[in-house]
């Protein structure tokens, strides 16, 4: 059984650092991509990282781009996201997910989150101005 445990949210003033957490198990991190979404109050979830295969493909859109940074500890069965220069529009549940579905520009496809194969529960992010 695919299962995933995310943590690490919190309060943080703008251009603060936060590190969220996504541990993983009963899959392979060569057989599913692993990913990162968030929902902010009154909006639809938005993909915003991912990172899959054996070349740990990664993307990122714009919104976060050069901000967030995604990696796995294979050894840890865990995925990280990195995320700098927070801004109060980062503020959202932020959940981590798997899919057998390639890593890339279709994980900011909002239809992605009816099909997703395994949510971890959401940790919240709350960026002060």
């Known amino acids: 059984e695919v299962q995933l445990q995310a943590s690490g949210g919190g309060l943080v003033q703008a251009g603060g650092s936060l590190r969220l957490s996504c541990v993983a198990s009963?899959?392979?991190?060569?057989?599913?991509?692993v990913g990162w979404f968030r929902q902010a109050p009154g909006k639809e979830h938005e993909g915003i990282s991912c990172?899959?295969?054996?070349?740990?493909?990664?993307y990122y859109p714009d919104s976060v781009k050069g901000r967030f940074t995604i990696w796995s500890d294979n050894a840890k069965n865990t995925v990280y996201l990195q995320m700098n220069s927070l801004k109060p529009e980062d503020t959202a549940v932020y959940y981590c997910?798997?899919?057998?579905?390639?890593?890339?520009?279709?994980?900011?496809?909002?239809?992605?989150?009816?099909?997703?194969?395994?949510w971890g529960q959401g940790t919240l992010v709350t960026v002060s101005s």
């Open positions: 997910a798997a899919d057998p579905l390639p890593c890339g520009s279709s994980w900011s496809n909002p239809l992605l989150v009816k099909y997703v194969a395994a």
């Open positions: 009963g899959f392979s991190f060569d057989d599913y991509a």
């Open positions: 990172i899959s295969g054996r070349e740990r493909n990664k």
